[in-house]
C-alpha cells in the first residue's frame, strides 16, 4: 500500500482537518512546552543540581543528541506497526523520561532522564507529521502539518513564559510535573486516530533516503535554517535585557511566541496555494533582514517588541515548506524522511546555541544580531542553490494544477 492510498483509505479530510489533526497537535504541544520550558530554568536547574548554568544548559543538548541519533533508527525498527501504537508508545516514553528528570536527585540521573525523554520525543514527532500528511492528502497537506507544528509554535507561547513564571513560583520540578501530566494525556487521546500503517520496506530501501540528493540538500537546509533562530532564541533573555527584564521578558518572550503561532498558520495555506519553495525562500531572506535589525531595535521596548513579532512570524514559516517538501519527495518513505528532518531540526537547534554562545564569549552580546543575518543569509544561498525545485519540480501546489487545468 502507498501512501496515497493510505490517505484514500482513511477518515474523510473534513474529519482529519479537525479533531484528530487537534490530538496530533496535543502530544507536539507537549514536547515543544518541555524544549521551552527548560530555557526559562537552567539557573534555578544549575542550582539545585550544584552544576553550573553552563553544565545545566548541555542538558538541553544531550536532548538533542539523543533525538538526532534515536529518531532515524525509531522510524527503521518501528516501520511495520500501527502508527498508533508508535505514537502512543512514544510519547509514554517521553512520559518515564520526564518522571525520572523531575524525580532526580543529582545531574547524572537527570541526564538519563533527558535521553529517555528525547527517546520517547523521536518516536512521536515524526509519525506525527507522517500520519498527519498522510490522511490529508496532497490537496491539504500544507494546512494539517501546520496544524500539527502548531502545537509547537502554540507551545512557545506559553512554553517559555510559563517556565520563567514556575521557576520564580514553584520550581523546575513543578513544571517538569506539568509537562509530565500532559504527556498522560496525549498518550491517552493517541488511540482515538484511525489506524494508519506505512508500507512495510527493506534497510536497503530505506538508505536510499539518505541517497537521495534532493533529500539530502533539503535536510541540510533544514539544519542551516535552524541556525540563525536559535543563536539568538537560545540567549534572548541576555540581548534584551537592556529594555526587557521581569514581567517585561515574560511579555516580550509572549509577543515572539504569538508570531510564531500566526507565522505558522500563513504558512500552511500559501503552501497550498503557491507551494513550499517560495515561502522558505521568502521566510528565510525576511529572517536575516529582520535579525539585522533587531541590532538596534533592541534598545528600544516598542520596536524590540515589534520585530520580536516579525522574527517569530518568520520562524514559524520557515520549518512547515520542509516538511511539504520531505513528504512530496520520498513518497512511502516519508516517516523516515521526516525522522531525518527531525535529527536535522535538532541538530540545527544545538549549533544554533553553540554559534550564539560562541558569539557572546568572542565578541559579546551585541554581535548576536549580525552572526544571526549572516548565517540566515547563508542558509537562503544553500537553499536556492540546491533546491531541486528549480529543476525537477518535487511537486506542484494543488492551486497551480488547477489553474493549468483550466488553462487547458
Known amino acids: 500500500m502507498t501512501i496515497r492510498q493510505a490517505s484514500n483509505n482513511s477518515a474523510s479530510g473534513a474529519a482529519v482537518a479537525s479533531w484528530q489533526l487537534g490530538l496530533l497537535a496535543v502530544g507536539t504541544f507537549t514536547l515543544g512546552m518541555d524544549g521551552f520550558v527548560l530555557s526559562g530554568l537552567l539557573p534555578q536547574i544549575a542550582a539545585d543540581l550544584e552544576v553550573s548554568v553552563s553544565a545545566a544548559g548541555q542538558?538541553?543538548?544531550?536532548?538533542?543528541?539523543?533525538?538526532?541519533?534515536?529518531?532515524?533508527?525509531?522510524?527503521t525498527v518501528t516501520g511495520a506497526l500501527d502508527r498508533r501504537l508508535v505514537?502512543?508508545?512514544?510519547?509514554?516514553?517521553f512520559l518515564i523520561g520526564m518522571a525520572a528528570q523531575a524525580l532526580g536527585p543529582n545531574y547524572p540521573v537527570v541526564a538519563v532522564g533527558r535521553v529517555v525523554?528525547?527517546?520517547?520525543?523521536?518516536?512521536?514527532?515524526?509519525?506525527a507529521y507522517a500520519v498527519a500528511g498522510i490522511l490529508a492528502g496532497p490537496e491539504r497537506r500544507g494546512r494539517a502539518l501546520a496544524t500539527i507544528a502548531a502545537g509547537t509554535t502554540v507551545s512557545t507561547v506559553i512554553g517559555t513564559p510559563f517556565g520563567v513564571l514556575i521557576g520564580q513560583w514553584w520550581g523546575w520540578r513543578a513544571a517538569l510535573w506539568?509537562?509530565?501530566?500532559?504527556?498522560?494525556v496525549s498518550a491517552v487521546v493517541v488511540p482515538l486516530l484511525p489506524a494508519v500503517r506505512l508500507p512495510v520496506t527493506s534497510l536497503g530501501a530505506r538508505l536510499r533516503v539518505l541517497g537521495d540528493r534532493r533529500i539530502l540538500a533539503m535536510l541540510g537546509c533544514t539544519m542551516l535554517i535552524l541556525i540563525p533562530g536559535f543563536a539568538v532564541q537560545s540567549y534572548l533573555p541576555v540581548l534584551i535585557a537592556p529594555v526587557a527584564t521581569g514581567a517585561l521578558l515574560v511579555v516580550a518572550l509572549t509577543v515572539r511566541g504569538l508570531g510564531q503561532v500566526i507565522g505558522n498558520q500563513l504558512a500552511g495555506t500559501l503552501i497550498d496555494r503557491r507551494g513550499p519553495f517560495g515561502v522558505l525562500v521568502v521566510a528565510t531572506a525576511g529572517t536575516a533582514v529582520a535579525t539585522i535589525v533587531l541590532a538596534p531595535a533592541r534598545h528600544s521596548l516598542v520596536p524590540m517588541l515589534i520585530m520580536l513579532l516579525v522574527l517569530g512570524l518568520l520562524a514559524g514559516a520557515n520549518i512547515v515548506p520542509q516538511q511539504h517538501r520531505l513528504v512530496s519527495a520520498s513518497g512511502?518513505?516519508?516517516?523516515?524522511?521526516?525522522?531525518?528532518?527531525?535529527?536535522a531540526i535538532y541538530v540545527g537547534i544545538a549549533l544554533g546555541g553553540a554559534v550564539g554562545g560562541l558569539t557572546i564569549k568572542v565578541a559579546g552580546v551585541a554581535w548576536l544580531p549580525v552572526v544571526g543575518a549572516v548565517s540566515a543569509l547563508l542558509a537562503l544561498a544553500v537553499i536556492v542553490g540546491t533546491a531541486p525545485e528549480r529543476r525537477h519540480p518535487v511537486e506542484r501546489s494543488p492551486a497551480n494544477l488547477r489553474r493549468q487545468r483550466k488553462g487547458d
Open 59 to 75: 542538558l538541553m543538548t544531550i536532548f538533542a543528541i539523543a533525538y538526532a541519533v534515536g529518531s532515524p533508527v525509531i522510524a
Open 87 to 93: 505514537l502512543a508508545g512514544g510519547m509514554i516514553i
Open 117 to 127: 525523554a528525547a527517546i520517547g520525543a523521536a518516536g512521536f514527532q515524526s509519525n
Open 178 to 184: 506539568v509537562i509530565t501530566g500532559l504527556s498522560l
Open 332 to 343: 512511502d518513505l516519508a516517516a523516515v524522511a521526516l525522522g531525518l528532518n527531525g535529527s
